[in-house]
């Protein structure tokens, strides 16, 4: 398998709202298993299929990256059950390179998934976990995590996103 490039704000595939997956066919698993190498070699905590370019309803979290022991959740045709609480943290994203920013989101979520074996699962999480959840579920949305900047804060990093945007 093989590392995808990962694409970066400005390119329209991450404004899409992802198709659903059907069959995990050969396919689903290649592409899968090539977002895997790609985080792992970005060091990143989690991606969604359409930051390597495949307008999918799909995302990977890797929580080894955080704790011992935790471990790396394929999550197909994802769906938030709900949320609970509110909490400002840091947040980054591998669409966005170098920018870190303060992005309030709920504290805790449930979330209903499909694994790659076709089976339907439900997780909750909080923390880092459910921060991670909640942004790759967003890209699959065609959401991005400078939507939730207040019109003062996205003023302040409009030079940084225009150079961005101009550079991918
Ligand atoms: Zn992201």
């Known amino acids: 398998m093989a590392e995808r490039p990962i694409v970066i ?4 595939v991450l404004r899409e709202v992802t198709q659903p997956v059907g069959e995990i066919d050969r396919e689903v698993k290649d592409l899968v ?8 070699s970005a060091r990143g905590l989690g991606l969604a299929a359409s930051q390597v370019g495949a307008a999918k ?5 890797d929580l080894t990256a955080i704790d011992v ?48 074996d076709g089976n339907r699962f439900e997780m909750s999480a909080d923390g880092v976990s459910a921060r991670a959840i ?17 019109p003062l804060a996205r ?6 996103l225009r150079k961005l945007a101009a550079a991918s």
Do not use: W
């Not at 980054?92 to 979330?111: A, N, W």
């Open 9 to 12: 704000y400005g390119d329209p």
């Open 33 to 40: 298993s090539d977002m895997v190498d790609t985080l792992k």
């Open 57 to 61: 309803r799909l995302f990977i979290v």
């Open 69 to 116: 022991n935790g471990s790396l959740k394929v999550f197909i045709n994802p769906e938030i059950v709900e949320t609970e609480g509110e909490i400002e943290m840091e947040e980054g994203c591998l669409s966005f390179p170098d920018m870190y920013l303060k992005i309030t989101r709920p504290e805790r979520v449930k979330v209903r998934a499909t694994d790659l």
């Open 134 to 150: 909640l942004h790759e579920y967003d890209h699959t949305q065609g959401k991005l995590f400078v939507d939730y900047l207040s």
């Open 155 to 160: 003023t302040l990093i409009r030079g940084r």
